[in-house]
T-cell receptor, first 112, second 117 residues
Framework: AQSVTQLDSQVPVFEEAPVELRCNYS??????LFWYVQYPNQGLQLLLK??????LVKGINGFEAEFNKSQTSFHLRKPSVHISDTAEYFC??????????FGQGTELSVKP | KAGVTQTPRYLIKTRGQQVTLSCSPI?????VSWYQQTPGQGLQFLFE???????NKGNFPGRFSGRQFSNSRSEMNVSTLELGDSALYLC????????????????FGPGTRLTVL
């Protein structure tokens, strides 16, 4: 079955520290990969997406993600986080012809 | 361009009642998808409408239904509410069908938070 696993449900980190949010998916066939951010009481906002081409994808707010086909991973990284990055982050995968499947989410908590 | 709007933002109902949620997509978008978000189940796909036709459906009971109007606005209806229906209901719009073309971004609204007592 197609599935998306976000390995950490909560990630606490201090301000200005680097962070990595991990995401693995279940199949290595053609996929399209997305990271969304959800701030409290808001909908989802697209951070970045991988469709094809370079495996390193840069998004908004200084985030980037690397597509690793052999490990079926799409980890999200930021070299230096800010308090305002505190939010829930969702990894999502669309398999060809299929619907968007979301991971369970990772709560990023940035502490001063 | 205005974003996706959802009304109402908050709703409280009691078990057994029915509820209708509304979603207005971005102007020009023809596809509207609905998702249910709960702490336990995460984000789950309910259904998608494109040009007034339901194109895809998730694994939800028949109590969950929807429709789309000629102006692409969509409504979702839940009948005979259960406590477990308490959730944030998100809608997302896109220009093409949600499952067409890789470069077809979905834009999400702020959601309607439904509480069933």
């Amino acid at each position: 079955a197609q599935s998306v696993t976000q390995l950490d449900s909560q990630v606490p980190v201090f301000e200005e520290a680097p962070v990595e949010l991990r995401c693995n998916y279940s199949s290595s066939v053609s996929v399209y990969l997305f990271w969304y951010v959800q701030y409290p009481n808001q909908g989802l906002q697209l951070l970045l997406k991988y469709l094809s081409g370079s495996t390193l994808v840069k998004g908004i707010n200084g985030f980037e993600a690397e597509f690793n086909k052999s490990q079926t991973s799409f980890h999200l990284r930021k070299p230096s986080v800010h308090i305002s990055d505190t939010a829930e982050y969702f990894c999502a995968v669309r398999y060809q012809g299929g619907k968007l499947i979301f991971g369970q989410g990772t709560e990023l908590s940035v502490k001063p | 361009k205005a974003g996706v709007t959802q009304t109402p933002r908050y709703l409280i109902k009691t078990r057994g009642q029915q509820v209708t949620l509304s979603c207005s997509p971005i102007s020009g978008h023809r596809s509207v998808s609905w998702y249910q978000q709960t702490p336990g189940q995460g984000l789950q796909f309910l259904f998608e409408y494109f040009s007034e036709t339901q194109r895809n459906k998730g694994n939800f009971p028949g109590r969950f239904s929807g429709r789309q109007f000629s102006n692409s606005r969509s409504e979702m209806n839940v009948s005979t509410l259960e406590l477990g229906d308490s959730a944030l209901y998100l809608c997302a719009s896109s220009w093409r069908g949600a499952m067409e073309q890789k470069n077809n971004e979905q834009f999400f609204g702020p959601g309607t938070r439904l509480t069933v007592l």
